[in-house]
């Protein structure tokens, strides 16, 4: 059922739909559960949704996070992954450029994407050793980032202590790729075509055209992603036309709380325009 919803006193419009969801037992046979509710909304005003028992976000991070708190009832995807067998507690989620083709599944694979699960890459995730040893946020290993084939190296350590690697974390309430101040230069530097401009945001020509690849995980488990272009020039996020070229929001910014700033450990390699 999928209705459109407008609550003035709270200035909210949004979309909502309510489902029963029914994943299958061990045994094969449907385990009913449900009703939930989702709702896209543009704002919410005094809605208390972390004490209403309705979390505002679709229930995918772990329980320290969760706006549902523990005492009041489960996340979305705890209470779903309860009633499915160890190896098939996962979820995938895949969104689409297009108006059609995004998907997401719990506990089985789309086929659109994998039909087994050796066919998927692997990677730790790391808990938070200042909190009890539980899991806080989805942080796997940064092995290394390139730009058409050269590494950028060294990145900034990690602040989550002992860690032998950079920590990516994995969010997708971030639209953006966010790293330390000193990093990211180095990344926009090395690309080349780039420039700050005054609110310190990074800019790069529209036309200017390069290969980023993310590599994730260790100790053997390493695997590389592409970065699609369009990602990198952000033309959605904004253009700005001047006697110097036409300039996109770039997709890597700048955020020092995300890492430590170790400006002696760079230095830039002769191949790449980092001066």
């Known amino acids: 059922m999928k209705s459109r919803l407008k609550l003035s006193r709270w200035g909210i419009t949004a979309f909502l739909r309510k489902y029963s969801v029914s994943p299958r037992s061990p045994t094969r046979k449907p385990i009913n559960r449900g009703p939930y509710c989702t709702a896209l909304a543009n704002r919410t005003i005094g809605l208390y949704l972390s004490s209403s028992g309705h979390s505002g976000i679709l229930g ?17 995807i ?3 992954a ?6 098939s507690r996962y979820f995938a989620v895949g969104l689409s450029r297009f108006g059609s083709g995004s998907s997401f599944t719990i506990g089985e694979l789309d086929p659109a994407y994998a039909n087994f699960t050796e066919e998927l890459n692997w990677s730790d995730v790391y808990v938070n050793p200042g909190n009890g040893q539980v899991y806080d946020y989805w942080k796997v290993p940064l092995a290394g980032i390139s730009i058409n084939g050269t590494f950028l190296k060294p990145l900034s350590e990690s602040k989550v202590a002992d860690s032998p690697t950079p920590i990516a974390v994995l969010d997708t309430g971030t639209t953006l790729m966010l790293g330390p101040a000193i990093d990211v230069q180095y990344f926009w530097k090395t690309v080349g075509g780039s420039r700050q401009n005054s609110a310190g945001q990074w800019q790069v020509l529209c036309n200017r055209g390069v290969v980023v690849k993310v590599m994730l995980g260790r100790n053997g488990t390493e695997s590389e992603y592409v970065i699609h272009p369009i990602d990198v020039n952000w033309m959605d996020g904004g253009k700005q036309e001047d006697a110097s070229g036409r300039w996109c929001m770039g997709g890597v910014q700048a955020n020092d709380n995300v890492g430590v700033l170790r400006p002696e450990h760079h230095t830039c390699p002769k191949e790449t325009q980092c001066r």
Not at 60 to 72: C, E, H, K, P, V
Not at 82 to 87: C, D, I, K, N, R
């Open 82 to 87: 309860s009633h499915l067998p160890e190896e």
């Open 60 to 76: 995918l991070a772990f329980d320290s996070q969760a706006s549902i708190q523990l005492t009041t009832g489960q996340p979305l």
């Open 78 to 80: 705890k209470s779903l």
